[in-house]
Structures are given as C-alpha cells and as structure tokens.
C-alpha cells in the first residue's frame, strides 16, 4: 500500500501542492463547529448556533459552482486570493459580534462572508487530475485527498473543542483561519502544477447542461452532508449532556479516523467493480453503519461504532469525485465538483438546523432520532440515483462499424503491444 502512494507522491511537486492544499483546507473542519461552539457558548442556544451555522453552509453551497467557475475561468492564483481574504473578514465579524453579543443578523453577515471561501476542496483535486493521465493514479489520488480530508476531520473537531473550551471561545475560529491563510499562500505558489486557465474564448462552463451522473452524486451528496450535519450537532450535545463536554470533538475525530483508515485502504486496490457499483455498494454500507451509530446509548459505543461506520466516508466521497473526473472535461473539472459540494452543503445546512431544533427541544436522542433519517436518506437516494451513474460512468459499447473495422495498428503495421 505505502508503495503505492509513494510512487503517486514521486510526481514533481506532488508532495508540496498535496500538503499546502491540506493546511488550505482547515476551515472545512473547523470553521462550522468553531462558530456553533461559539454562539452556543455566548448566547446559550443549540438552536440559534445551528441555525447561524446552517445559513453559512447554504452560502457556501451557493457560491460554489460560482466560484468554481471563476477558478476554472481565470485560474487559482487571480481566483482564490480575494475570496480568501473576503473569508478573513467574514470570520472577523463572527468573532466581534460573538464577543460583544450582537445581533443575529451581524452573525449572518459574518457566516456568509466566511464562507465565501471558494472550492477549497477542488482545488488540489484539479491539479491532480491536470498532473497524472491515467484512471488508476486519479483512482489512487481522489482517495489520498479523501483520507488527508479525513485527517482534518479527525484533528479539527477535537482541537476546536479543545480550544474552545480550555483557551477561548475564539481559538479555534482563529487557528482555522490562520491555516487558510498559510495554506493558500503556499499553493498558490506553486505555478507548474497549477491547471491552465480557461480563459474568456475558452470552453464554456457546464452552466445548467450538468451531466446525469453528475446530479446524481450531487443528489446523493445531499444525503450524505445530511447525516454529518446531523452528527456533528449530536455529538458535540450528547458529550455535554452527559457531562463531558470536552470529549465531543475527539468522538467526532475518532469517526474521522475510521474515514482516515477506509481512504487509504480504498484508494491502495484496484477494484474489478464497476465505478457505479461501488457508489452504490459503500453509500448502503454507509447508511447501515450510520443508522448502527443512531442507535447508541453510551458515548463510548458511540465513537466504536462510528470508527466503523467512518471506514465509508472517504471510499464514497472519492467515488463521487471519481465520477465527476470520468464525465466532465478537465476544464470544467472543478465547476464540476462544485456541484457535489453543493449537494453537500445543503445537506449539511438541513441537518444542522434539525437536529439544533430537536435538541434544544428533547435533547441529544432527538438529535440521534434525526440522524437515524438521514442515514436512511443515503440508502434511499442511492437506489434512486443508481441507474444514470452506471448510464454515464460504464464505457459505450462499439458500434457495429466500430466492430467491423481493424484497428489502426493492424492496417498501418505491426500490432502494437499494451502499455506501449
């Protein structure tokens, strides 16, 4: 296995863009709980900081195909450093309106302009897509940046709550942004892995002329963002009620491990399975393994049976990316995974906002009940999304002229080997 990803690093500048992209990527762990830890912990309510929390993740979903777009137009560096900055001051005004509290409205004005953050995601995915040439090596370095996300989702949450709780209640939203900031400045830096510029005279965006494939996973993905938005919200609750608070943050990152664990061991095999099989293959497994978690009564058996349950993130969410690469020209690679992202978003946003309300109102259970239907909702929606994935991502047969004609190595030479 190590071989494996060893060799895919080998590729010049691999190894920097891969680690610049993951520090660029700390406020996809950190910036939501940062601000639901905050609100919570300065205006006393479940509901309010999932509900501010849930505005900003419909933001950031707005903005990505749009933002994506831009990336693709006019490349990264002209694209990314003002919507990083735009994401600095937004987290500037959560922060002083938190501190002093201000008006719910300040908070939203804040959430959205933090999350005006771009495709923070997309952005190394399409340099890899740009650098490797075969489907095996995308296969291997869609699932290698899903276990480095998990790596985040693992660190983040408990060091947010950590921070939060044991420095002050803006340390985490601090060290997210910071990491941005780093992150972003080294990747953009590196200009010869960077994927060319669309340009104005270039291929068009995807506009509304998205793929079958593509609106499938993005409709999966909604379920799937559902049942994390859900979780997060719970789990954070289900520590304080009983009586370990701190301990919220590391359940999260303990499932975030077993995603860790589940990339790599996914993205080391090459898989005799159809693409579309496997999607729907790990999204059952992963609404299985989620609605065992719903199920749970003890904090300890809890984080046991979301490392399993976690094995299935990172495998699935690559295999979306996977889709998106097979089906979208590389030029609009990353509007095209912005439209997964969006599916994740607004499920995300959804669940926050349910499982704040049913725990301000019943507790954490309420919260564990609203999970139990989100993972079904994966299940359901991969069923229901199965048939225009396999349609798109199978290869089309010949035809039979295709069939009846030799190939160009049998009329113009000798045959040529494989590989060659």
């Known amino acids: 296995m190590l071989t ?58 707005v903005q990505s195909v749009p933002t994506a ?31 002093t509290r201000g008006p719910e409205a300040l908070l939203w004005l804040g959430v959205i302009l933090g999350s005006l953050s771009g495709p923070l995601g997309s952005l190394t995915r399409a340099r890899w897509s740009y650098l490797l040439k075969t489907d095996d090596e995308i296969h291997t370095a869609f699932s290698l940046e899903g276990a480095l996300d998990e790596t985040l989702f693992v660190l983040g949450p408990t060091a947010v709550t950590l921070l939060a709780t044991a420095v002050h209640p803006v340390a985490g939203l601090a060290v997210a942004v910071a990491g941005l ?24 965006g995807l506009g509304l002329k998205v793929p079958g494939a593509v609106t499938a996973v993005s409709l999966l993905t909604v ?22 608070a701190a301990l919220g943050g590391l359940v999260l ?8 664990v589940g990339g790599l061991l996914y993205g080391a095999r090459r898989w005799r399975t159809p693409l579309w099989g496997r999607v729907v293959v790990l999204s059952l497994l992963f609404a299985l393994g989620f609605a065992l978690v719903a199920q749970t009564t003890h904090l ?4 046991a049976v979301g490392f399993v349950a976690g094995l299935t993130i990172a495998p699935l969410l690559a295999s979306a990316d996977t889709v998106v690469q097979r089906v979208v020209a590389q030029a609009q ?50 069923l229901a999304t199965a048939w225009w994935i396999r349609r798109d991502t199978l290869p089309a047969r010949p035809s039979a002229e295709e069939l009846e004609t030799p190939p160009e190595s049998h009329v113009d030479g000798p045959p040529v080997p494989p590989g060659v």
């Open 4 to 61: 494996t990803y060893r060799r895919l690093l080998a590729h010049p500048g691999a190894l920097a863009f891969a680690l610049a992209g993951l520090l660029s990527r700390f406020p996809t762990s950190m910036f939501n709980l940062s601000v639901i830890l905050l609100i919570e912990g300065t205006y006393g309510s479940w509901e309010m900081s999932g509900r501010v929390a849930a505005v900003g993740v419909i933001a950031w979903a």
């Open 300 to 303: 300890a058996v809890y984080a």
């Open 223 to 244: 379920g799937v963002g559902f049942t994390f938005g859900t979780l997060d919200i719970t789990t954070v609750a289900f520590a304080e009620e009983v009586g370990h």
């Open 333 to 382: 690679l990353t509007e095209g995974m912005a439209w997964v992202r969006i599916g994740m978003g607004a499920g995300v946003a959804f669940g926050a906002w349910a499982a704040g309300r049913g725990i301000d109102a019943s507790g954490h259970h309420a919260g564990l009940e609203v999970t139990l239907w989100a993972a079904a909702s994966v299940a359901l929606l991969a």
């Open 181 to 204: 900031l780093v992150g972003m400045s080294l990747l953009l830096s590196q200009t010869s892995t960077e994927p060319p510029a669309r340009g104005p005279e270039g291929t068009s």
């Open 69 to 99: 777009r831009l990336v693709d137009r006019v490349g990264q560096r002209k694209a990314m450093w003002p919507l990083t900055l735009i994401t600095v001051l937004g987290a500037a005004i959560i922060t002083a309106t938190a501190l």
């Open 253 to 260: 990152g303990i499932v975030s491990a077993g995603s860790f």
